[in-house]
């Protein structure tokens, strides 16, 4: 079943001039004309360059970031549409879990503060229930119930994470955004930060939208995958069929920097490495925005944009070459 529904997505974010009169002259087109589903309990993992819009997505999905067009209907209710009333009592079914354990946690308050903030704004509970259920998160996310009230600064990068991750348990949601969750901690860390997620996600029945630029991540934990490249998806597919048999030339290139464990089978893969860099997302090129790095582009490419079509059931490719 249908957890979340987006479509036809876009976020512009508007580029002024003048100081006083200011006016728009143009636009960033972070996300532009997105469509998804998540089933409930599903991974859905979001991959692509930086700049190519994964994290704006999600906050804008959240409406953490106002959308420019387009719905998003998650658990059967318009998000955009709704009220603050609304929003308020969504708010505790929708949370995300930020890229910076650093920065993302308020160095002035305990843990214990942290975690008892989401249940205090939403009247969840208070005092001792308060206290004992931020204890009984902080088991659940492997740490020491004893530890609440220590500072932000006490704990290592991967400790902080899981602290991020207890405090967006604490409404008990249905859907977290992880935005990168595991990208600013040490690879070691990431493997046992990545294992919690699934298993919390089995435990509590969660729903993930995990947003990620390293593919051997999103391959272990997602059940579907979406290729984003200058705010449109490339290509959609379910896992499988995705790493096994990539098919827009944008999806061949990330998988081939994949490293492979086998120096052999490494000395013999072929490695596409794409020329240039990332279009600016204020002047996309026409067509398709992959055709100015595309190593298999003809002409045609440059004046259609490609429609993200279906060529298998469970997978969708936006190429006018497939």
Known sequence: MSLLDVKNLKKYFPITSGFIFSKTVGNVRAVDDVSLEVNEGETLGIVGESGSGKSTLGRVILRLNEPTDGEVIFDGTDVFKANSKVL??????MQIIFQDPYASLNPRMTVGGIIAEPLKLHHLTNGKGSQERVKELLN????NSNQANRYPHEFSGGQRQRIGIARALAVQPKLIVADEPVSALDVSIQAQVINLMQELQQKFKLTYIFISHDLSVVKHISNHVAVMYLGKFM???EKNKLYNNPLHPYTKALMSAIPIPDPEIQKQRQRIILQGDIPSPIHPPPGCPFHTRCPIAIEKCK???????AVESGHKVACIRV
């Open 88 to 93: 308020r009592h969504l708010r505790k079914k």
């Open 235 to 237: 290509e959609i597919a």
């Open 303 to 309: 004046e259609s944009v490609p429609e993200l079509k």
């Open 140 to 143: 659940v996310v492997g740490l």
